[in-house]
């Protein structure tokens, strides 16, 4: 059975770019409820944590770099098949292959700069929402 919870971080390209609320309106039309969000900025070894499963990957360092260029949005979403969901909501990775409407479509810069992340099976969502929000900070 599908997770009623993802995760989300709208990026430090994103934020820079002053496209939050843009992006939030984005995933409450799509019927998401946000039960956790706050807005942080990553220190190298929180986003060396998070994203860990990268560390032997060829851009890792790139990408914890990107992440701690500036403040991000960390948020939980809830819908019935919320990872299936989101993942259609925000497209794919690269925003030229992205669908019309998506939000990498609208406004990702690259493959590097893609606005948003969002968690890639129930699993990772419940471990990517523990690692930015504590149960009582779940709406």
């Known amino acids: 059975m599908a997770g009623k919870i993802t995760f989300t971080m709208i990026k430090p390209d994103a934020v820079k770019a002053g496209h939050t609320g843009a992006i939030l309106a984005h995933i409450n039309k799509a019927g998401f409820r946000i039960v956790a969000m706050k807005k942080t900025q990553l220190t190298?070894?929180?986003a060396q944590a998070?994203?860990?499963v990268h560390k032997k990957r060829p851009f890792y360092g790139e990408?914890?770099?990107?992440m701690t260029s500036g403040p991000i949005v960390a948020a939980v979403l809830e819908k019935d098949n919320a990872v299936e969901d989101y993942r259609k909501v925000i497209g794919a990775t690269n925003p030229k292959e992205a669908a019309k409407g998506t939000?990498?479509?609208k406004y990702a810069?690259?493959?590097g700069e893609n606005a948003v992340h969002g968690a890639d099976s129930d699993r990772n969502a419940k471990r990517e929402?523990?690692?930015?929000?504590?149960s009582?900070?779940?709406f």
């Open 129 to 134: 929402a523990a690692f930015h929000f504590s």
């Open 136 to 138: 009582i900070e779940m």
């Open 44 to 46: 190298k070894a929180a």
């Open 109 to 111: 810069k690259s493959i």
């Open 50 to 52: 998070f994203y860990s």
């Open 63 to 66: 990408l914890v770099e990107f």
């Open 103 to 105: 939000i990498r479509k």
